[in-house]
Nanobody
Framework: QLQLVESGGGSVQPGGSLRLSCAAS????????IGWFRQAPGKEREGVSC??????????EYSDSAKGRFTISRDDAKNTMYLELNSLKPEDTAVYYC???????????????????????WGQGTQVTVSS
């Protein structure tokens, strides 16, 4: 059974930091493009960051709001992906989802995209709340 299990969300004050984790089981993350998305109440799910290291090069992409504040990474030994959130703002409040994209389904062989429909495996989501 393919599964992504998230952890690490919580409540922080503006300017604070969090580290989200997403452990994969039933498949190995390094074969897939991986991504983080978020969805705030009443809004559509939006891409935050993605990473693909197939082909030998590490390709990453960040949304404009994430650039310079968030960092995506992957630990192959643990088969786990991470999203480091720094300098958090109230507008970062959302449910955060990790996702993985099988390149045979999405054609994401050497790059990634912040497009939810390109990802076929999803975590359950973890709440991040930024408030004073």
């Amino acid at each position: 059974q393919l599964q992504l299990v998230e952890s690490g969300g919580g409540s922080v004050q503006p300017g604070g930091s969090l580290r989200l984790s997403c452990a994969a089981s039933g498949f190995t993350l390094d074969y897939y493009a991986i991504g983080w998305f978020r969805q705030a109440p009443g809004k559509e799910r939006e891409g935050v960051s993605c990473l693909n290291s197939r082909g030998g090069n590490v390709y990453t992409e960040y949304s404009d709001s994430a650039k310079g504040r968030f960092t995506i990474s992957r630990d192959d030994a643990k088969n786990t992906m991470y999203l480091e959130l720094n300098s958090l703002k109230p507008e970062d409040t959302a449910v955060y989802y990790c996702a993985a994209s099988d390149p045979e389904l999405s054609d994401l062989y050497s790059f990634c995209m912040l497009v939810p429909s390109k990802y076929d495996q999803w975590g359950q989501g973890t709440q991040v709340t930024v408030s004073s």
